[in-house]
């Protein structure tokens, strides 16, 4: 099993910035997903940004040009460092993990952390 656990959260006025942190434990066998999904009552959990071991990020919209994810698979942590903050994303950000031993893809999701992007 894999633990995932987020931090940084907060609240931070409209066009400020923020880190989140998130630290993969426990039984890690073959770490080859590190993401970042965010979610609103009522609506879908969408993807903010992706890094797969050996290749480039990949973002959603919401993010382009304003958010960074910054992935350590070696050290099972990821980053995301949000800038130019908009009250739009204002959610719960949540850590997603992809491991693939032996053919067996299995995923994980932290607890979220709450971003209040507010004046």
């Known amino acids: 099993q894999v633990q995932l656990v987020e931090s940084g959260g907060g609240t931070v006025q409209p066009g400020g910035s923020l880190r989140l942190s998130c630290e993969a434990s426990?039984?890690?066998?073959?770490?080859?997903?590190l993401a970042w999904y965010r979610q609103v009552p009522g609506k879908e959990r969408e993807l903010v940004a992706e890094?797969?071991?050996?290749?480039?990020?990949r973002y959603g919209n919401s993010a382009k040009g304003r958010f960074v994810i910054s992935a350590d698979f070696a050290k099972s942590v990821v980053y995301l460092q949000m800038s130019s903050l908009e009250v739009e994303d204002t959610a719960v950000y949540y850590c997603?993990?992809?491991?693939?031993?032996?053919?067996?893809?299995?995923?994980?999701w932290g607890q979220g952390t709450q971003v209040t992007v507010s004046s």
């Open positions: 426990g039984t890690i066998n073959s770490l080859f997903l």
């Open positions: 997603n993990a992809g491991t693939n031993y032996e053919g067996h893809y299995r995923y994980y």
């Open positions: 890094e797969i071991s050996g290749n480039s990020p």
